[in-house]
């Protein structure tokens, strides 16, 4: 007996996958590593949302400018864990999330002296784009509004930067 032939527009679609660079140095699972990983000297950036569409429409956008590589998380209560594995550059943290809100998140991760100094950006649909812009802080983290304008996100991050790390990752 014959099989059926697929039709040739079901042969021609294409299935995204997204798999975080490999990582030699980090063994069989990329979250396995000691110490800090490369990833050809793009960015950590952490997400941490309960939204999955949110964490993976920053994802891809923050990753096609070639300069992060993005880890989503979207489980607020492995997200201190999950950072303390993926050791972010800037974590970004959703404020409104369910059993754990960002503030305890934030809290957590301030209390880790492994992870108390990198920096958190908040990003919230609790405030307008013009409280955003005032300059004023959430717990002493600087925060976006919700929806997010990339090139915005991108100079957050940028002024958040630890660059004194840049130069020593270099060498």
Not at 79 to 92: E, G, K
Not at 95 to 118: K, S
Request: net charge negative.
């Amino acid at each position: 007996m014959q099989r059926p032939r697929a039709e040739a527009s079901s042969m021609s679609k294409v299935i995204e996958a997204d798999f975080p660079p490999r990582n030699p140095e980090a063994g069989s699972s990329w979250l396995s590593f000691t110490g800090r990983p490369s990833f050809n000297g793009a960015r950590r950036i952490l997400v941490i949302d309960n939204d999955f569409a949110t964490t993976r429409l920053i994802k891809i956008l923050l990753e096609k400018t070639g300069n992060y590589f993005v880890l989503p998380e979207n489980d607020p209560a492995k997200a201190h864990q999950t950072a303390r594995d993926f050791r972010p550059d800037v974590i970004l943290l959703d404020i409104v999330m369910p059993e754990i809100d960002g503030g305890e998140v934030a809290a957590r991760l301030q209390n880790d002296p492994e992870l108390c100094r990198t920096p958190v950006i908040f990003l919230t649909a609790l405030v307008t784009e013009a409280e955003a812009k005032s300059g004023l802080k959430i717990d002493g983290h600087s925060f976006l509004a919700k929806p997010i304008n990339i090139s915005e996100l991108v100079g957050a991050i940028e002024q958040h930067l630890p660059h004194a790390r840049t130069a020593i990752n270099e060498k």
